[in-house]
């Protein structure tokens, strides 16, 4: 994971480490408002931020939907670059991209909400809701699933490059049948596992009696009124303002968009806007789905058996620059690459989202970040 940026570094050294030589082009903007809430932001810091995109906006080139949101209040939004390349398409604050692990702030929160309903407990083994998981994995917990110490294989091993169909939650569950054992005993050690947030959703289905994709709808989205948010299914739903990925090669950029995973919802299958992500923030700070504790619950990691601690919660990354209280994610799939960081303690949330195959911009959430604290 890139390095945290620390506030004394001037903004000339920070864009030289991240921005081309080549002159910003001009950005697409689309305001919040009839006021842009960018107005209000110095000029200098203006130009800094779109040095910063400067790649993104080039033409012709996918691009990126960026918000800063200071205490709920927006305080920088914009569209840099073509949310779809053949239409011409260019992104903008509604633009809705797929969130790959981002999405799983998602999935744990429909967990949040059934242990407040009292629908299923935290330590209960995923085998309660799940009768059909393998034998070697009956001690691990929803507890493990959510903060990644259960142990379980990675089910992309058992899907070949070559397969054409797509992989559904409900595949994850058989195809890691065909492991016999655990990484780890469940609880002793942190690995990283999309396995894990496909079997939650599974369980969210299981305790709730409702598909995964509908729960999201009217227990999260719907309420928070983020009406462009869904939890992607072929056939099923749409994308109402939907970006395309892309990825660049040789011969320039191409639209790289599903791959033979991209239909498991659980750990990475919602499609949302930096504009809907707004809302998500300020539910998340005013504690609106669940109470202050369990959010707390979602921003702690665990300790570990080597004593060391995870640096995962629900759904968050956790960690810490001196005092400083940070949660964060990335997210990396097919045609797509976003960055959501919060500073829970100064009210500040960036979110970056984008339709290129590029490394995720968290060092550039984290550099937002530090201009808009000033």
Known sequence: ??????????????????????????????????????????????????????????PGAPGASVVVIRRGRVVFTRGYGLADLEARTPAAPRTDYRLASLTKQFTAMAVMILAKQGRLSYDDPVSRHLPSLPAHARDVTIRNLLNHTGGLWDYENFVPDSQTYQVKDRDVLALIQRADSLYFRPGSAYRYSNTGYALLALVVEAASGVPFARFLETRIFRPLGMSGSVAFEEGVSTVPNRAYGHSRDSTGWRRTDQSNTSAVLGDGGVYTSVEDMVKWSRALDGHRLVSAATQRLA???????????????????????????????????????????????????????TNRNDSPPIAIARRLAEYFLR
């Open 299 to 353: 921003w702690t990691d665990v300790m570990l058996a080597d004593g060391g601690r995870s640096g995962y919660g629900f759904g968050w990354y956790v960690s810490r620059t001196g005092d400083r209280f940070e949660v964060w994610h990335t997210g990396e799939t097919r045609g797509f690459r976003n960055a959501i960081f919060k500073l829970p303690d100064a009210g500040l949330t960036v979110v970056v989202l």
């Open 1 to 58: 994971m890139s390095g945290l940026c620390r506030a004394a570094i001037s903004v000339a050294a920070m864009l030289a480490a991240l921005v081309p030589s080549a002159r910003a082009q001009r950005p697409a903007v689309e305001a919040a408002s009839a006021r842009a809430p960018g107005a209000r932001v110095a000029a200098t810091v203006l130009r800094a931020v779109d040095s910063l995109f400067a790649d993104y906006a080039a």
